[in-house]
């Protein structure tokens, strides 16, 4: 029989247990999957903590890789056999196997193997979303990435530095520092050192950044929008030090007119087309070298709540995965 990690109720990682699993059969349009290697990432402790609320008990995460080991009636393009990778809703990821919808995994390149594909599934969705929807990134763009080092924040980097954009990143020591300079970061601001908006503006001549890429939330938010030029886009796309505050919309105009979003990859990849699109531009920037997943950390998937106590206390750098045994 295999086993998940489930909870019962909102709160700190204590509340994950491992527990059995029903043998995944898949239903009509389903496919069953035995997980090689399993993404951990900031919305998963969302959704633990209650900031994202869901029906409990609840299975934790959106981000998989493995194998297809069964195929449900009215599946095609898939088969036993196939390496498929997803990040996508229904929660439950953080298992040995699982039943997934067929129309929300992709196959995985045979280039690309499992930890990888685990590594880059959620987050380059998500960047590509943010640099080529939300907010296109073109050459000449001044862009700011809160969390630089991190995993997501890494490759929004990457690919916008590819873009032709000068990138400006925010770290927290001086290890991080040096990550978020090789990963593609024309310039770093320490923040624990360093008043960010100020230090933006000096290393823009005065006026600003086009767009700053935000996971971060309510610690970064207002220096995020003080980094702007007139006319900038500020796109809040996590919460990773708690949920932005309310505030008046006549600040944005008091500021220059700036545009505020919220995006949700969720929103971005629901149509099939645009899953497809994503996912075929993540691995093709992946075997380009544009995008060079960094794996910073792995645990055992028994071992789900260490890995989100090390996120949660900032001491994970680029992807965790869990490995099933």
């Not at 993540?282 to 380009?288: G, M, R």
Request: with cysteine; net charge negative.
């Amino acid at each position: 029989m295999p086993k998940q990690c489930q909870f019962d109720g909102p709160g700190g990682p204590e509340v994950i247990r491992w527990s059995d699993a029903p043998e995944p059969v898949p239903g009509e349009g389903e496919v069953a999957i035995a997980h090689t290697a399993v993404g951990v990432n900031y919305i998963d402790v969302y959704h633990r903590s209650g900031l994202y609320p869901v029906p409990l008990p609840s299975g934790l995460g959106m981000e998989a890789v493995g194998t297809v080991t069964a195929v449900g009636a009215g599946v095609a393009g898939l088969a036993p056999g196939d390496r498929v990778a997803y990040a996508s809703a229904p929660l439950g990821a953080y298992a040995e196997a699982r039943a997934m919808p067929a129309d929300r995994v992709v196959r995985v390149p045979d280039a690309l193997d499992d930890r990888t594909a685990a590594a880059i599934m959620l987050k380059g969705l998500t960047a590509h979303a943010l640099l080529f929807r939300v907010f296109p990134v073109r050459a000449g763009h001044h862009v700011l990435v809160h969390a630089a080092a991190g995993g997501a924040g890494s490759l929004l980097c990457a690919w916008a530095h590819h873009l032709g954009a000068r990138v400006i990143g925010t770290v927290g020591s001086a290890a991080k520092a040096e990550r978020a300079l090789a990963t593609g970061c024309d310039a770093v601001v320490r923040y624990d050192r360093e008043p960010v908006a100020e230090t933006v503006r000096g290393l823009t001549d005065g006026r600003g950044v086009d767009v700053v890429y935000d996971g971060v939330g309510a610690a970064t938010f207002e220096a995020s929008l003080d980094a702007l030029a007139p006319l900038g886009m500020m796109v809040s796309f996590g919460n990773a030090s708690g949920a932005v505050p309310a505030f008046a919309p006549g600040e944005l105009a008091r500021r220059g007119s700036l545009f505020l979003t919220r995006p949700s990859v969720i929103d971005y990849t629901r149509s099939r087309a645009d899953l497809e699109t994503g996912a075929a531009a993540v691995f093709e920037a992946v075997a380009a070298g544009v995008l060079r997943p960094h794996i910073g950390q792995t645990y055992a998937l028994t071992d789900a709540a260490r890995a989100h106590h090390d996120l949660e206390d900032r001491r994970t750098v680029g992807a965790s995965l869990l490995l099933p045994a």
